[in-house]
């Protein structure tokens, strides 16, 4: 459906990943559910965590982000 040239959760989900995997954040589980993502997962930094967020808020048709992300105890 063409809705507003909004993103499906599908394309969300996939631009998220690879601009997660472009910026090397790794073992993150992300779910989107109307536009509404939720970041699960453990990552190596607080870096990282943030970043994540940001990555995700900024993707098109993302509406609002729960980061729920870990930080590795080293």
Do not use: P
């Amino acid at each position: 459906g063409a809705n507003g040239g909004m993103l499906g959760d599908t394309a969300i989900l996939t631009s998220i990943k690879s601009q997660f995997a472009t910026n090397g954040i790794f073992g993150t589980n992300v779910d989107v559910k109307n536009g509404e993502v939720t970041i699960t997962g453990e990552v190596d930094n607080a870096l990282e965590k943030s970043k994540a967020e940001e990555i995700a808020r900024k993707t098109s048709g993302v509406k609002s982000v729960k980061n729920q992300l870990t930080i590795k105890r080293k």
